[in-house]
């Protein structure tokens, strides 16, 4: 398994029934804390929220490079020192019960369906 650091990436679409506004909401003010509170059960190094910023310089950066529209209202990034270390933590009953209760906050606000999800080992390049 991978020894390095191991980050999720979530690109999220909001439930249709959730305006802009109620998905940043509930995302920002009921499932951070959520997380929040199983930060160290799961081995959760960081945990960070990226809201879409409306803007038309987004059109004009997809459209100068060829870009498909597909649109996220946000994406959240989550870190763990391994892939071994978040394998662990999740397959103890309470990870177990800390994954169950973070999916089933998801499905209130996240078209799960439309978002996509995966795993990446990152290099700091600048910063």
């Not at 650091?5 to 802009?20: E, G, N, T």
């Not at 960081?46 to 996220?72: I, K, M, N, W």
């Amino acid at each position: 398994m991978l020894a390095r650091m191991i980050d999720i990436v979530f690109c999220l679409k909001r439930r249709p029934q959730l305006s802009a506004d109620e998905f940043r909401r509930y995302w920002l003010e009921q499932h951070a804390p959520l997380v929040e509170s199983y930060a160290e059960t799961l081995g959760i190094l960081r945990y960070s929220q990226h809201h879409t910023v409306d803007t038309p310089l987004t059109e004009v950066l997809r459209a100068g490079r060829g870009c498909a529209p597909e649109h996220f209202d946000g994406m959240a990034l989550i870190s763990f020192d391994s892939l071994d270390a978040l394998q662990a933590a999740a397959a103890t009953p309470e990870g177990v019960a800390a994954g169950i209760e973070l999916l089933e906050d998801e499905r209130r606000f996240i078209d799960l369906e439309q978002s996509v999800i995966w795993f990446t080992g990152h290099e700091l390049v600048h910063g």
